[in-house]
């Protein structure tokens, strides 16, 4: 997996967590991240299906995430000051992931239309999370999978996703 690739995911998570945070502890930290870096994952791959496409994010660069956060007014500065990963921020990719987290007939479909990307055979197994969330996991990302939170942000590009995994595969179009 190209580096770009992992930083536009790693980003997409970031932004997903700063905006919907998770309820509760540690764990449901981390059971909530699980699900922002799978659903990050999937959209990614979906917006960027070759190789190429992954490794052409170094030489355009996402758009950063300045248009989310005056849409969901989510960022607060880091303490560290340390925000350089914003600029890895992927709109399409983030609004995707929200549609995914909030819809699961949506995130089924996406999963499977991952095998039409160049990334999806090793990504494919690794959205349980994503599609079959167990009552912890939806209790832990209770904000992050509730559709009208999220809805801003998901319907941002929405028509582009469901377009996407709406269309026919090329091989089934006639001769």
């Not at 349980?128 to 167990?134: H, M, S, V």
């Amino acid at each position: 997996m190209h580096s770009e690739f992992s930083s536009v995911i790693a980003a997409a998570t970031r932004w997903l967590l700063s905006a919907y945070p998770a309820t509760g502890g540690a764990l449901s930290r981390a059971l909530a991240e699980a699900q922002a870096r799978q659903a990050a994952m999937v959209a990614a791959a979906l917006r960027h299906p070759t190789a190429v496409d992954a490794a052409l994010l170094g030489l355009l660069a996402p758009g950063g995430a300045d248009r989310l956060d005056r849409i969901a007014g989510a960022w607060i500065a880091e303490e560290d000051g340390g925000d350089g990963w914003r600029t890895w921020v992927d709109e399409v990719v983030v609004s995707w992931a929200a549609c995914l987290l909030s819809d699961p007939g949506l995130a089924a479909s996406a999963v499977t239309a991952l095998a039409a990307t160049e990334h999806g055979p090793s990504l494919a197994g690794d959205a349980l999370r994503l599609t079959g969330p167990g009552i912890h996991d939806r209790a832990a990302a209770a904000l992050l999978r509730h559709p009208d939170l999220v809805a801003p942000i998901a319907d941002l590009h929405r028509a582009e996703l469901t377009a996407l995994l709406a269309a026919e595969p090329l091989d089934s179009f006639p001769a």
